[in-house]
């Protein structure tokens, strides 16, 4: 396995002190007018499955569908007039196109979504419904697609990960669901890249001391899992899993010391654990979520992450985006609920 140095431990360490609450704070304050506050949902239906007191932030519910328009957002409102101008540009695998495509159109501006051939059919469809140009290309291919655009045109290519003020933005879900419920147990948040979970844990030890964050990740592409026992960012090898908004092959270098400082454990989820989990979340919770979002309640049927009764456990159910086709996968899920 390959792996990718950093530019020492003492420095990465630093880095994840210097990313701190306050950030998340001021992205709050900043994205306020733009982003919704979603609800933070006591699903008693799924105790028994689960084995905890289950709560989900319902972020499925989130403008465009997913969490990634807080961290999109926040990184807009940072650009000047000139850049804004001069457009912007994203990789992304669907969700964070389509809140860029959607922040963009906000402020005025131009938006460039450079995606895989593969990506779902209904998120390539909803990012063209809001006025953004769709490039496709293989997926390992994207970033570099993405820049040779940025390069042409002069525009501000935004990361789906790999930045502060994005990983600040996402962070704020979890400014939010402590003030909805300051007394929960753990936080189980899905992890790619790790903006999310980068910002959520940041945010939820700045102001709890009694909280623990688990990240979840598909046991195909277990990128946090291998690079913190390895100390540091390593790739994985691209494999293929049901979970299309997760599929980074390495931890993002701003987003994974501040994982390292912050999260408690990561679990590896097989997808038919995760497929379980969706179907349990839909017929049981009445919540529909995408594959990727459900990988949380995944980890805790599979028993990879420790949960007593008495726990209040909030899963992060990070987006919504499927097409109805694909509501067919949850057939394979038939033994399970
Ligand atoms: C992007 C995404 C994730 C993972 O976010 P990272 O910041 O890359 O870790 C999880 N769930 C959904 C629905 C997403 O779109």
New binding site residues.
């Given amino acids: 396995m390959a792996a990718l140095r950093m530019n020492g431990g003492e420095e990465k360490e630093e880095k994840a002190m210097e990313f701190t609450g306050k950030q998340i704070q001021e992205a709050r304050e900043r994205i306020a007018p733009f982003v919704d506050e979603t609800p933070l949902l006591r699903l008693k239906a799924l105790d028994a499955y689960l084995g905890c007191q289950v709560y989900v932030k319902a ?2 519910m989130q403008k465009t569908g ?3 328009f807080r ?1 999109a957002m926040n990184r807009i409102l940072t650009l000047t007039d000139e850049e804004l101008s001069r457009g912007i540009v994203a990789a ?5 196109g389509r809140a860029i495509a959607y922040g963009a159109r906000m402020k005025g501006a131009r938006a460039v979504i450079v995606m895989p051939r593969t990506a779902p059919e209904a998120k390539k469809k909803a990012i063209m419904e809001l006025g953004a140009e769709v490039v496709l290309c293989e997926a390992p291919e994207r970033f570099e697609v993405a820049e040779q655009i940025c390069m042409e045109r002069g525009s501000t290519m935004i990361p ?2 790999d930045d502060y003020d ?2 600040a933005g ?1 962070g704020t879900l979890g400014l939010e669901l402590m003030e909805q419920c300051p007394e929960l147990s753990a936080v189980i ?11 959520v844990s940041a945010a939820v030890k700045s102001v709890s001391d009694h909280t623990k964050v688990y ?1 979840a ?1 598909p046991s195909a592409l277990p990128r946090y899992t291998e690079s913190l026992k390895a100390g540091e960012p390593v790739l994985v090898p691209m494999k293929k899993s049901l ?1 299309d ?2 599929v ?1 092959q390495r931890p ?1 270098l701003k ?1 994974f010391p501040v994982v390292k400082a912050y999260v408690d454990g990561f679990a590896a989820v097989d997808d038919p654990f995760m497929l379980k989990g969706m179907k349990l979340l839909l017929m049981e919770g009445k919540v529909l ?2 594959p ?2 459900c ?1 949380g309640i995944g980890a805790v049927l599979e028993g990879r992450i420790p949960v007593g009764k008495e726990d209040k456990v909030c899963f ?6 499927l097409g109805f086709e694909q509501l067919e996968i949850l057939k394979d899920a038939a033994q399970f609920v």
């Fill in positions: 972020e499925c997913a969490f990634k961290g992304s695998s669907g969700n964070h789906p990960y994005v990983m996402q948040v899905p992890a790619s890249g790790g903006g999310l979970i980068g910002g990240g990740e979970a908004a997760l980074s993002g987003n979520a995408e990727s979002a990988i992060v159910i990070s987006g919504g985006n």
